[in-house]
Structures are given as C-alpha cells and as structure tokens.
C-alpha cells in the first residue's frame, strides 16, 4: 500500500551530493513530494528531509542504497505517525480586500495565519502547519484575490529518535556497526 | 621535475616542498602501487601527462585508440590482477567516451580509478571548449566521484579514491581535475593511505547470530544448494569458499561472474547458473531445501521469474552490501559481511554431511543434458563448426590454464558454458552491463594484469568490430593476445531471439565483416582463418604458440542457437533444452 514517507539522511556536506540523491529517485520514476537540505543537530552534518508516497518495500530498498552512498552516514524513513512535521507558508492578497472584508480576518485568524508585510498594495501572511490546513487556506483565500502562493519542504523531527550527536562516534571509529534501519 | 621527487611518498614526516598538482597526482598513483595506466591525452590533462614524461620509469603508461578501450583495458587488467585499474582521459569527449566502462564496471563491481581533465575552473559552466559536466553525467554510474579544483585537496581525494575503490564492494571512482589544479604549485606534505571516511562503512559487521541460524540450516539440510558469484573472488575468499562447501558436500553452481573461483573440475562444482546456464543447477535451483547464496546479487539472468524461484527453499543469502540482501530474492537468514569472514565462521559450524544422493542428481541432469545439448555441440555431426568445439579444442590445448576474455553474446554464453578453468581470476567478461566490444580492449588490460599468463580473447563478429581500433594498441605496444573470433556471420543473440521469439523475422542482424586477417596485417599482427573442422587443431596451436598476438577467425555454423534456454518471463525450471 502506498502512503506518504519521510526520509531523514545524515550526511557530509559535500558538493555533488543532492544529485546524487536525487538521481537515485528519479532512476526509479518516483516522484519526490518535497526536499529539504539543512544543518543537523551536529555540526558539519548535513540533514536531507525527503517525503515520498510509496510502498515500504520500496522506501526500505531506496534508504538500502542511499545509506550505501560514500558521503551519507545514515539514512532512516518513518511514517507521518512517527514524526513531527511542519511545512511553512507565504501568502499574498491584496490588502483593500483584508481591509475591506472583515470575514477575511476572521478567517486568518481561524487558520492561525500571521501577517509578515502589510503594505498599501499588498499583504503577505503566513501560516505553518501541515499540508492540509495549508491547503485549505489557498481555497478560503482564492476568491479573495490570492495574488501569490508558496510553500516550504517538509521539516520533520523523528519522535522516537535520541539525536545523531551518539552515533557520529561509532561513525568516527575505524570499526562501525551496521544497525538496522530505523533503531 | 628533478628524480629526486619521484622518491618514495607516503611519508608524513618528509619536508614540505613545492610541487606541481599534476605532480601530486603521480606520486599518489606509485604510492598506491599502481604500475600500469590506461588512457589518451588531450588538452585538459597535458599537465599530468607532461608530469608523466618524468614518471616513465616508474609508470607503464599504455596508450590506447580510444577512451572506451582504456578503461575496458583498466577493467580487464583489475579482473585479471586483482588490483585497482587506472585509467586517464581528458575532458569533453574523453570523459564520456569512459561513461560505458563505468556502467560496466560499476555492475560488475570492478575497481577502478579514473582521472580526467577538466577546464580551467574559472570556465567551468561556461561551455568552455572540451567542457562537460562530467561529474553529474557519471554520477549514477561511480561508487564515488569528485572534482578538484584545488591542488591542495590532490593527496587526500586520491587516497579517498583508492580506499573506496578497493573496498568493501568494490567499484568505480572518478576523479575530475580542473587544469589549474593540475599546473597549481602547492605545498606538499607526502601522501597518506586512507583507511577511513567516517560517513562510510565498506564492511558490515558481522552478526553471530545469523552466522549460527546459517549453519543451524545447512546441518538440517536435506537438499542444500550454493549459488556463488563474483563476491568469493573480490574477497580472495576462493580457499574459504572451498573449505566450506567440501566440509559438508555442497554442490555449488555459479554465476557468470563466480566462474573460475572454483575449478571446472572440482567434484561439487556443478555448474552454470542462469539463462544458458546447466541444466541441474537450474532445475534443482526448485528443488532444493535451503539455498545458500554467497556473494552474488541474484541478477534477473539468474533467476529468470522470480515468484517461479526458489519458492520452496530456505535462503541464506552472504554478502557484502546490505543493500543486496532483501533487494530481489527475500533471505531467511541474511549473512552480511565479507565472505572471508563469514564463510569459516559458518563452515566451524558445520557438520560432515553426505549428500551423495542429492548430488547424484545434478550428474543425472548433467547426463541428460550431455545427451540432448552438449555432445552435438562439442562433437558436432553438422558440416559446419560449432562454438563449442572449439572452445573444447581449445580447452585440450590450455589444459584450462589461460585467462578467458569474453565479448558479449553467443559467443560467451558458449565460452563461459565450456571453457575449463583450473585458476580463478581467469574469466573475465562483461556480465551485468552487456558490453559488447569489451572483450578485445580488456584483453590488453588482462595481459598487464596477469604477464605470465596466455590471455585468449574470445570475440564475435559483432563485438570484435566496436572496438577493433584496439588493434593499434596491441600492435604499437607487442602486447602478446591470443583473439580468437567465432564468426557466424550474424548478431548470433540477437538473431537467436528473433528465430525464437520473433517468428524468425531477422530484423538488422545479418552483418558483414572485414577480411579480419587482413585487417590484422594492417596493423602488423599476424592471423589466419579457418572455416574447416580439420584445421581447427593446427591453427589453435599456431595462434596459443606464436610468440606475440595472433587473430584467429573461425567461421561458425550460421544459424546455431545456445542451449539450454530459460526464455525471459519464464522461471528457472521452464528451462528448455531445445
């Protein structure tokens, strides 16, 4: 059964290396719903969050070979149960539609959206969440003259996971163990 | 460049000086051993090949007659000798021309080290002349790849590439040189071998408890069967691999990549895998109770339809990269780990079974097949040659002592079938990738690898004509090949299929060939051609006696197909026989 997945890879931060994932998706025709590149909670590590929809049979075989990868330490994918995930969100509307309609603030407020930039022309809000609320904004704002739209990859924390600052040292030694995935 | 800079490296405590990135990149490569270089010059790696006019003492460069050949020769040359095989090439079209031996060396885990030029840094993105993104064109197909553009980094990612290349799964590493890294003076501090990158782990730690449950269910075997590939000859395991199957009589088939890592005629090997493999080890591949995979990657050539294979058996599956356990076949017991390792922890275990019973029913299959496929092919009544006598012809001649080198096709599903070999290291072929025109530039590289030893190119008319330039490389450098082409006047697989499979529409196989012999001549090699069975004897021993390069063509009957078959989409016990 396909469902959404999110994969975590710790990484060196090297040059080259984003393709080098990203080839290794695109070589099976699966489509990356979002990817995010950021720093990690050890310095110099990289952390890559990828989301795909998929069968585990197949994410279990796709982390298999990117944790193979020379520069990647370790590569780990959960399902939406066992992370928490957000996705950030710009908005712009014009702003004599905000002033005007006061339904459209109620609105905001209900989806928690916080206004970044007002100007004479323009407003730009911005809400953080998960997709759903996310999307459904887009909907309530579009008869109201949604001017621009964009939204951030997934950044996720993995809730059972104690943090990769342990591990690195099994890394840092000549002898490591190869834990299955996900421990 | 004075000699006393070609003075022994990897020395940390040896006073910084000055020198030269292309420098750096030579005394890297004798640091590591390497003796012989494959590759072509051109504009992006005329530093190192200027630097190399100083190292030609200390380095056989070999220069080939195009970049795929150089890097076939590299492959070759690590198959045959168990070591890394450097290549060099220059930017642009020198760096593609590699993309086919990467492919083919990536899937057949052969470990090379490949240098190319590349533009001045500041041009890269520019569509310099010559320039082209090769990092992200080989990215797919290296088990790593960098790009220098500082001659600082010269002595630290060479290290990084040799250590990645060789270990754990072995694979191919390209190293792209920006030309002013290549001309940068920096200041040297000797090279240092690398034995670890913190980010990656070549050997998994083996698990004794899978160790245990492994041999836990060969001792409770009843009929147990070893498939075993190229893994027991990349972890020189091939004593282990022997000990472990012969503490409990195991019958052993092997894969197309596996062949020589145990003698032909060793009593439990019983024999080929596979789409033209034997008869036994396919069938019974369905009969057996545990299935114990060592070092192989079940590839689709092996296993035909897998919800046909092996359903009834319990796998072990020992390997290296975890990423193959569970990837096509499921294992029950998953062994990871070097099979050096793994391979006497298991056989400690081990109890002395006999399974003569079993066994006999490979040697009944293997008589059944002998009946119905191998005699006509071996002692033809046909007027027209076959692959395979001559191939047995030239067994009785090497007495199974030469390296084989194998091209792509009927030829070597017929060479690898009935070839014998007595040492391992000694069948070199392109197995994962298909790479016709490997077979003659890896046969130079085989030579290199292994000087003492007769290399026999086994080539068809098909395969001999994409890399033919070869020739000059083999001519200009006296390099002692034996090539030997089995003509039948047809793309004989590809025709195969169409007879078989495509109603015999022969759609662009019929191809025609050169007057082989004399295109040898042109380029000063001798050769002859035969097309009668009694000249076979004669003209195999004046090519395996003559002392340098000989072409040998022998015209095939035309129309001959390779038995037995598992047909794509069928499984492994739907092989067919006719």
């Given amino acids: ?183 | 460049m004075q000699t006393d800079t070609l003075a022994t490296t990897s020395n940390n405590t040896e006073e910084q000086i000055e020198i030269s990135g292309s420098i750096a990149v030579l005394k890297a490569l004798t640091a590591e051993g390497v003796e012989t270089v494959f590759g072509y010059p051109g504009g992006a790696i005329m530093p190192i090949y200027d630097a190399l006019y100083d190292f030609r003492e200390n380095l056989e460069h070999i220069l080939v007659r195009h970049e795929q050949g150089g890097i076939h020769a590299g492959q070759g040359y690590a198959r045959a000798s168990g070591k890394t095989g450097v290549v060099f090439a220059t930017s642009g079209p020198g760096a593609t021309n590699l993309v086919t031996g990467l492919a083919d060396a990536m899937i057949d885990s052969t470990p090379l080290v490949c240098i190319t030029g590349q533009v001045f840094a500041h041009l890269l993105g520019t569509d310099a002349f010559q320039e082209t993104d090769v990092i992200n064109i080989t990215t797919p197909i290296t088990k790593w790849n960098y790009q220098i553009t500082d001659a600082n980094e010269i002595p630290t990612i060479l290290a990084k590439a040799f250590y990645i290349a060789k270990s754990g799964r072995p694979g191919p590493v390209l190293i792209d040189i920006t030309k002013n890294a290549q001309l940068q003076k920096f200041s040297y501090t000797g090279y240092t071998k690398c034995n670890h990158i913190r980010s990656y782990r070549p050997k998994p730690i083996v698990r004794k408890e899978y160790v245990a449950a492994a041999a836990e269910l060969i001792n409770q075997a009843k009929r147990p069967l070893v498939i075993f590939g190229q893994g027991v000859i990349l972890g020189k395991a091939e004593t282990e691999f022997k000990n472990f199957i012969e503490k409990a009589n195991l019958p052993s088939a092997w894969t197309i990549l596996g062949l020589s890592a145990l003698e032909t005629a060793h009593p439990l090997n019983v024999g080929m895998l596979g789409m033209h493999g034997n008869y036994g080890p396919n069938v019974l591949t369905n009969e057996c109770d545990v299935l114990i995979a060592v070092g192989m990657r079940f590839d689709d050539r092996v296993t035909g339809r897998l919800d046909r294979y092996a359903k009834q058996a319990k796998v072990i599956h020992l390997d290296i990269d975890p990423s193959e356990i569970d990837k096509n076949v499921k294992a029950d017991v998953p062994v990871w780990g070097d099979c050096k390792e793994t391979l006497p922890m298991i056989t400690e275990l081990l109890q002395k079974i006999d399974h003569s019973a079993w066994i006999q029913k490979f040697t009944d299959c293997m008589s059944k097949e002998v009946e119905e496929v191998i005699d006509n092919e071996l002692n033809p009544t046909s007027e027209n040659m076959t692959m395979g006598e001559v191939i047995n012809q030239l067994n009785i001649l090497t007495k199974g002592n030469a390296i084989i080198v194998t091209d792509v096709g009927q030829h070597q599903m017929v060479a690898c079938r009935y070839a014998k070999f007595n040492e391992s290291k000694s069948n070199i072929t392109s197995g994962g990738l298909g790479t016709m025109g490997f077979a003659l530039p890896a046969a130079i590289g085989a030579k290199y690898g292994a000087k003492e030893r007769t290399v026999v190119a086994i080539i068809g008319d098909g395969g001999v004509q994409m890399t033919i330039q070869e020739l000059g490389t083999i001519m200009q450098n006296n390099i002692n090949v034996k090539i030997l082409i089995l003509n039948n006047r047809f793309l004989g697989m590809v025709r195969q299929w169409q007879d078989l499979f495509h109603e015999k529409r022969y759609s662009f196989v019929d191809i025609e060939s050169p007057d082989y012999v004399v295109v040898a001549k042109g380029y000063r090699i001798e050769g002859s051609s035969i097309s009668k069975r009694e000249d076979l004897i004669k003209s195999l021993e004046t090519m395996l006696n003559y002392p340098g390069a000989y072409l040998l063509e022998v015209f095939v009957g035309k129309e001959n197909n390779v038995f037995p078959m598992v047909p794509q989409g069928c499984g492994v016990g739907e092989i067919r026989l006719k």
């Fill in chain 1, 1 to 183: 059964m396909k469902q959404e997945y999110t994969i975590s890879i710790y990484t060196e931060n090297q040059v080259g290396l984003l393709s080098r994932i990203a080839v290794m998706f695109s070589r099976r025709k699966i489509n990356v719903e979002s990817l995010n590149t950021s720093p990690s909670e050890v310095e110099g590590i990289h952390r890559f969050t990828i989301v795909i929809n998929q069968e585990e049979d197949v994410v279990r075989k796709i982390v298999r070979q990117i944790e193979k990868q020379v520069d990647v330490l370790k590569a780990y994918f959960n399902t939406n149960e066992e992370i928490i995930w957000q996705e950030l969100a710009l908005y712009k509307v014009p702003t004599d539609t905000i002033a005007e309609k006061a339904k459209v603030e109620r609105l905001l407020r209900a989806y928690g959206a916080r206004a970044v930039v007002i100007r004479k022309d323009y407003t730009i809000f911005e809400t953080t969440g998960q997709r759903e609320e996310i999307d459904t904004l887009i909907q309530v704002l579009q008869p109201f003259g949604l001017i621009e739209f964009v939204r951030s990859a997934r950044v996720a924390i993995i809730k059972s996971s104690k943090g990769f600052h342990e591990k690195l040292k099994d890394f840092e030694q000549a002898e490591t163990s190869l834990s299955e995935n996900n421990d």
